[in-house]
């Protein structure tokens, strides 16, 4: 009789151990099926991107926290600036307005901006000599009317950019000058 129950008691000490073994396998496999992993690739995906952000836009704004202004008054730069007003003007229109710093050369990305106002568009828009995107045409405006006026605007603004950086493409040594320029102002 001791035998028979110290028999059952050993099956039945077995049987719990070999379903906690079957449960530890179950709970393991779950752990390592493919949603897991896919979750975790996500996880490890998403936070690599947010420091390759932040670190993009840290450089941009390394980059860009210190400008050269180019005013009309600039001894060797006046005429450059004078030209490209002149240049956007007769592109787009006389309405074209610009700022005292529009035009702005950052040396430690050698990148130049030009600002400007179209008042009738209610618009800003910026001209980027070296934008990553390779467009570097940027245009803000609040309640745009889309009339064919003022998309013909639009296009001109974006031939005006086009004209804007083929001429500095030209003037090669320009940016070169402000280079130097920005160095000796410091």
């Not at 307005?97 to 008042?119: C, N, R, S, V």
Request: aromatic share 8%; charged share 35%.
């Amino acid at each position: 009789m001791t035998k028979k129950m110290l028999n059952t008691l050993r099956k039945d000490r077995v049987e719990q151990a070999r379903k906690a073994a079957e449960q530890f396998v179950t709970e393991e496999k779950e752990n390592n099926n493919f949603l897991t992993q896919a979750k975790i690739l996500m996880e490890e995906a998403v936070e690599d991107s947010k420091k390759k952000i932040l670190s993009e836009e840290e450089n941009i704004n390394d980059t860009h926290d210190e400008s050269f202004t180019i005013s009309k008054n600039t001894p060797q730069f006046g005429d450059v600036r004078t030209s490209q007003e002149d240049a956007v003007r007769k592109t787009i229109n006389n309405n074209v307005q610009f700022e005292e710093d529009a035009l702005k050369y950052y040396p430690k990305a050698d990148d130049m901006t030009l600002d400007g106002k179209i008042p009738s568009l209610n618009a800003k828009f910026q001209f980027r000599f070296n934008d990553p995107s390779n467009m570097g045409c940027y245009l803000w405006s609040t309640a745009l009317q889309l009339t064919d006026e003022n998309v013909r605007t639009i296009g001109k603004i974006y031939d005006a950019f086009s004209n804007w950086k083929e001429s500095i493409i030209q003037d090669g040594d320009l940016m070169e000058k402000l280079k130097k320029a920005s160095e000796n102002k410091d």
